[in-house]
T-cell receptor
Framework: DTAVSQTPKYLVTQMGNDKSIKCEQN?????MYWYKQDSKKFLKIMFS???????INETVPNRFSPKSPDKAHLNLHINSLELGDSAVYFC??????????????FGSGTRLTVV | DQQVKQNSPSLSVQEGRISILNCDYT??????FLWYKKYPAEGPTFLIS?????DKNEDGRFTVFLNKSAKHLSLHIVPSQPGDSAVYFC????????????FGTGTLLAVQP
């Protein structure tokens, strides 16, 4: 019974295409996140939503647009994909105010390859 | 500007011995520090955390030590087991409403049987 699930697990696409990654959590958490792990293995936060409200928006190109239809789902849409977008994207969730104590629960990642 | 740094990209330890993973940080506003473990093709999994008001937290074979004056924390694994072989990430949070976790670059631990 997966706690944080992401789809797809692998995504290969051509430059210029638009793609979406979906994330769902069944933990009852109210805060969800998107992280990007680049080729140097550096995990960097992109966005965070709390109860469908955007609370963290790091310096990310506006080709990236998160959408949270409800507190259990956080999707990531990427327009006009570029080679540099190739990375592993991780979704995570936590209960508000408890991420520091109990950490986030991460999904297994989506490996995006732009060719 | 990396606020959380793990200067050792890799570490190799014999089974049964102690593994010590180190992490340094620059932001004195961090109030929680965490360690995550990551296997290939999986997401990071939470291991242990420590509040900035403490200097030690223990959970089974895992102990985290915090030295605030040196802005340094370490994770001790005793005894090390082959199943502990993974990438270990240090992370820190300022707490508050966003609870944003800032991660280090990871240390690959290899426990040799």
């Amino acid at each position: 019974d997966t706690a944080v699930s992401q789809t797809p697990k692998y995504l290969v696409t051509q430059m210029g295409n638009d793609k979406s990654i979906k994330c769902e959590q069944n933990l009852g958490h109210d805060t969800m996140y998107w992280y990007k792990q680049d080729s140097k293995k550096f995990l960097k936060i992109m966005f965070s939503y709390n109860n469908k409200e955007l609370i963290i928006n790091e310096t990310v190109p506006n080709r990236f647009s998160p959408k949270s239809p409800d507190k259990a789902h956080l999707n990531l849409h990427i327009n006009s994909l570029e080679l540099g977008d190739s990375a592993v994207y991780f979704c995570a969730s936590s209960q508000a105010g408890q991420g520091g104590i109990y950490g986030y629960t991460f999904g297994s990642g989506t490996r995006l390859t732009v060719v | 500007d990396q606020q959380v740094k793990q200067n050792s990209p890799s570490l190799s330890v014999q089974e049964g011995r102690i593994s010590i993973l180190n992490c340094d940080y620059t932001n004195s506003m961090f109030d929680y520090f965490l360690w995550y473990k990551k296997y290939p093709a999986e997401g990071p999994t939470f291991l242990i955390s420590i509040s900035s008001i403490k200097d030690k937290n223990e959970d089974g074979r895992f102990t985290v030590f915090l030295n605030k004056s040196a802005k340094h924390l370490s994770l001790h694994i005793v005894p090390s087991q082959p199943g502990d072989s993974a990438v270990y990430f240090c992370a820190a949070s300022e707490g508050g409403a966003t609870n944003k976790l800032i991660f280090g670059t990871g240390t690959l631990l290899a426990v040799q049987p």
